[in-house]
């Protein structure tokens, strides 16, 4: 029975799903994170914390891969899977010292370093390359969640000898999320509780940062206010513990009463359901967003950017909008349209939720990992370059004309 240890960061706990059912296939699976122990503890997980800084600093870096060195070491798995932007670089490097260990990494977005346009992020994006061809070294295999990035790590050789494939998102526990969708707070509740009686809400799931389009969105809702004054902004995610990235806390009020955030909550699926719109601006290379992937579980017509990822969930004018990223006014305009035709909003909801649960489910993705575990512990030579995802031919029932969304010719798909 093959032994595998994931390493993740503080939403490694999200990915329990994903590790159960790799259990139930076989695997002996651990994990390892700087995410609360007591999920993977209720779910009966053999759990492994550690602490890395999520930003730029050599020294705890450095500290970071010695404790990952003698973790492997101390486990001993024969597998061991990484996730996120910092364990992608350490985790290959820590299991260096710690022989017959293969190592497969998931890129899932190109993070700050190649979504923001500052200065520090500009001048370190030589050394991130550096680091991720230092990492390719010790990778078996690199899982990629979007083309865009696939391609992007082939042209600048930053996969080394290792294997490459495509797998799209580390898949939804479908019938966990529609659970937690009906035991949780109902939607009258939800209302009363945060003040939006009688309100159409539309809702942002993410971290508050600039990276992912939050002045953006705050500049669209206070232009929604102006010409739909019922309408509210909820924003749920993460604000203090994002550094420098963050959102002022000032930016946000200003914007009171029609934008409401409430902060990182455990009950999204519940809280989806409070939903007319679903808007997620980023201007983060993503993987593939799992906030998209939970929105189009739950029906919503999703309005969201052309970032990488993004626009591999979602096909604009078919089960949802896209925009350019920093677009305040078409996203504005983009949410006024869901809201005012329901119909089309409705059936743009609908195809999200199918497209989700055909292809995104996760029986599906974790049977791609699984086979890549088994053949490279089979010592393949033959791993396909990658795992195609089903090709969507979206149609466009609607278009946007003078404002308005007009029915057009049904095309087959």
């Known amino acids: 029975m093959a032994r595998l240890l994931c390493i993740g960061g503080e939403d490694h706990a999200l990915r329990i799903p994903f590790l159960l059912s790799l259990r139930d296939r076989g695997f002996r699976v651990s994990a390892a994170a700087s995410a609360a122990p007591a999920p993977f503890q209720r779910a009966g997980i053999n759990y492994h914390p550690f602490c890395f800084n999520r930003f730029a600093n050599p020294f705890a870096d450095w500290t970071a891969v010695k404790t990952l060195s003698k973790l492997i ?14 364990p992608n670089l350490l985790v290959p490097l820590a299991a260096r010292a ?17 979504s923001s346009r500052s200065p520090k992020a500009l001048a370190f994006r030589p050394i991130w390359r550096a680091l991720h061809r230092m990492a390719a070294r010790s990778t078996h295999a690199t899982v990629f969640q979007n083309r865009d ?26 019938a ?5 969708a009906e035991s949780g707070p109902s939607p009258e509740e939800l209302r009363h509780s945060f003040g939006l009686n009688g309100c159409e809400i539309v809702v942002t799931v993410s971290r508050l940062t600039r990276q992912k389009g939050i002045p953006a969105l705050l500049e669209a809702a206070s232009s929604v206010h102006g010409r739909r004054p019922g309408v509210r902004f909820l924003l749920v995610g993460p604000r203090e513990s994002e550094g420098s990235l963050a959102v002022r806390k000032a930016e946000i009020d200003r914007h009171a009463p029609y934008v409401v955030a409430v902060g990182p909550r ?40 052309t970032m990488p990822g993004c626009t591999d969930v979602i096909r604009d004018r078919w089960n949802g909008f896209v925009v350019p990223p920093r677009s305040p006014k078409r996203l504005a305009d983009r949410i006024i349209d869901l809201l005012e035709d329901r119909d089309t909003a409705k059936a743009m909801g609908a195809r999200a ?8 489910n996760l029986d599906i993705i974790v049977a791609r990992y699984a086979a890549l575990y088994e053949e490279l512990m089979n010592g393949s030579d033959r791993i ?22 007009t029915p057009e010719r049904e095309t087959a798909t």
């Open 98 to 114: 710690v022989p017959g260990v293969t190592v497969v990494r998931t890129i899932n977005g190109l993070a700050y370093v190649y």
């Open 73 to 86: 070491a101390s486990v001993r798995p024969h597998l061991v899977q990484s996730f996120d932007t910092k």
């Open 266 to 305: 455990s009950d999204v699926p519940a809280l989806l359901r409070l939903a007319d719109v679903f808007a997620f601006p980023t201007e983060y290379r993503e993987g593939i967003p799992r906030v998209l992937l939970e929105a189009g579980a739950a029906g919503l017509p999703i309005v969201t950017t």
């Open 384 to 405: 396909d370059v990658s795992t195609p995802m089903r090709e969507h031919q979206p149609r466009s029932d609607r278009a946007v004309v003078h404002g308005r969304l």
């Open 149 to 174: 990035d696939q391609a992007f790590f082939h042209d600048r050789r930053m996969i080394g000898a290792g294997h490459s494939r495509l797998i799209a998102g580390s898949g939804i526990d479908l």
């Open 176 to 180: 966990r999320f529609d659970r937690a």
């Open 353 to 360: 939720s199918a497209l989700v649960r055909q292809d995104y």
